[in-house]
């Protein structure tokens, strides 16, 4: 397939281009520089730029542009750069491919969202078919998710990547946490009770491929394992894999200092189940935490 992908230098971007190439798939990544290489396409998805002919081109486009969550303190700056990174590229893609004539647009667009979409659930399961719950990463799920609608209502297949937290040694939610049990100064998050929808790296691969491939899927998918943890069991489970004590609770109090805004959504409780890709038959290479966390820690 020829596909236009956004995004292609972010955590998720870099391996989903190294293995859509590996599977001999043809990709142009979208860049805001000026491009160095015939398979970057330059755009500005603040301005809404984009060439029309390249998405023409493209097969299926990808798209998993967006400012990182957990990369930096929360402040209203960065909160409002989280919100318009979203928007901005969802929007300018769907309405590119809106615009061209019916037999050009790409087949299928797959767009980035997130777990964050649910809010906090409690103890209590939820599946794509569930409302969107409250917060600001819920309110953000919402209007990114909205700006899929152009490509939508122009009778392209779109697939909206509710993903949860991939598993992988250099980003994530894994990397900043390694140095602390490395150190034996690691613990659970607040109380440990908020329920956490890991996938792990390969799999989330697997699924967006599996996505590409698959006509008949549509809509909200929650790319996640099939068995959530709580944060104390992960910890438990890291700290047994790293052969490392995780004795020492962060208060909630330390992480609101620490993390700012994002405190509360590092405590927030989701506990998601992949209902879409469950009922397409989607076979999990890591379906187990200590399978996924071993793979992930594995160079």
Request: charged residues 20%; neutral net charge.
């Amino acid at each position: 397939m020829r596909i236009l992908l956004a995004g292609a230098s972010g955590f998720l971007g870099t391996r989903l281009t190294d293995r859509l190439v590996a599977d001999g798939h043809q990709v142009t990544r979208l860049v805001r520089r000026s491009p160095g290489d015939p398979r970057e396409l330059r755009w500005d998805p603040a301005a809404g730029q984009l060439d029309p002919a390249a998405v023409a081109e493209a097969d299926a486009v990808v798209n998993l542009a967006g400012a990182g969550v957990g990369d930096k303190r929360w402040n209203d700056d960065y909160r409002r750069l989280i919100r318009t990174s979203r928007v901005d590229s969802t929007t300018t893609l769907a309405t590119t491919i809106a615009g061209l004539p019916a037999a050009d647009r790409p087949k299928v667009l797959l767009n980035s969202s997130a777990v964050g979409w649910y809010g906090n659930t409690g103890d209590r399961v939820v599946e794509e078919d569930a409302p969107a719950g409250e917060g600001f990463l819920a309110d953000v799920c919402r209007v990114w998710e909205a700006a899929t609608r152009p490509a939508e209502d122009a009778g392209v297949r779109v697939v909206r990547l509710r993903t949860g937290l991939p598993l992988h040694r250099d980003g994530g939610l894994l990397k900043p946490q390694l140095l602390p049990f490395k150190l034996g100064v690691a613990g659970r998050l607040g109380s440990g009770r908020q329920w956490l929808p890991w996938i792990s790296m390969a799999d989330w691969l697997d699924a967006t491929l599996f996505l590409l491939d698959h006509d008949e899927i549509a809509g909200p998918v929650n790319v996640v394992g099939p068995n959530p943890v709580t944060n104390a069991e992960f910890t438990r489970e890291l700290a047994r894999q790293l052969h490392r004590p995780a004795i020492i609770p962060i208060p909630a109090l330390a992480l609101k200092v620490a993390l700012g805004g994002f405190a509360h959504e590092a405590l927030t409780s989701t506990r998601v189940l992949p209902g879409v890709l469950t009922r397409a038959a989607y076979h999990y290479q890591h379906p187990a935490l200590p399978q996924a966390l071993q793979a992930a820690l594995t160079p």
